[in-house]
């Protein structure tokens, strides 16, 4: 079963209002996840480093204050879209790093769908 | 630049062919890893394999094998005997070791068709 969920996996919402996305690790403790965005067709870009405790890391070109991340326990991290346009509409994808004596393993998320209307 | 090319958009087969995705990478990193991940049309990643720069072994599990050629910078991904499930797009990626670990860096994926 996946070590990592998201949710919602579908969300369509209404042009200038926030939504958020979830994604949290099951069964580890994730310190850092990792937020991506894929629009149709295209590849995954990484939008953020999303670090417990502390503030994420914007890769360039990202609006950090468009895109609020959380991650305000060692299992959930979220992605916060505000104000959104139809632009915004794609598929987020998350990851987390689980740490462990062999090294560290990056499990996905199922993806979330976002349509804005 | 781009840290990982996928050349190949797009490729048909018939099933039952075999099939050899490329994927070519670029870092300036001694340590670092690769990995392939299939998209089906729902959208979640599925992990195919992880190989680190160290080991250039050749890996085959089943239908699948990967070509590690460092000299080349290639991780190349072949599946023998198509069948029309392997139709996806499929990603390679890197990640590098020092400050950016665990980041991935993906190629623009080459989408599989399988014809029956």
């Known amino acids: 079963g996946a070590v990592v969920s998201q949710h919602p996996s579908r969300v369509i919402c209404k042009s200038g209002t926030s939504v958020k996305i979830e994604c949290r690790s099951l069964?580890?403790?994730?310190?850092?996840m990792f937020w991506y965005r894929q629009f149709p067709k295209q590849s995954l870009m990484l939008m953020a480093t999303s670090n417990e405790g502390s503030k994420a890391t914007y890769e360039q070109g990202v609006e950090k204050d468009k895109f609020l991340i959380n991650h305000a326990s060692l299992t959930l991290s979220t992605l916060t879209v505000t104000s959104a346009h139809p632009e915004d509409s794609s598929f987020y994808i998350c990851?987390?790093?689980?740490?462990?004596?062999?090294?560290?393993?990056?499990?996905f998320g199922e993806g979330s769908w976002l349509t804005v209307v | 630049a781009q840290k990982v090319t996928q050349a190949q958009t797009e490729i048909s087969v018939v099933e039952k062919e075999d099939v050899t995705l490329d994927c070519v990478y670029e870092?300036?990193?001694?340590?670092?890893?690769l990995f392939w991940y299939k998209q089906p049309p729902s959208g979640e990643l599925v992990f195919l394999i992880r190989r680190n720069s160290f080991d250039e072994q050749n890996e085959i599990s089943g239908r699948y094998s990967w070509n590690f050629q460092k000299s080349t910078s290639s991780f190349n991904f072949t599946i023998t005997a198509s069948q029309v499930v392997d139709s996806a797009v499929y990603f390679c990626?890197?990640?590098?070791?020092?400050?950016?670990?665990?980041?991935?860096?993906f190629g623009s994926g080459t989408k599989l068709n399988v014809k029956p």
């Open positions: 870092t300036r990193d001694t340590t670092y890893y």
């Open positions: 990626a890197l990640s590098e070791e020092v400050y950016n670990f665990n980041k991935f860096y």
């Open positions: 990851s987390a790093r689980e740490r462990s004596f062999g090294g560290n393993t990056i499990y």
């Open positions: 069964d580890f403790q994730a310190t850092t």
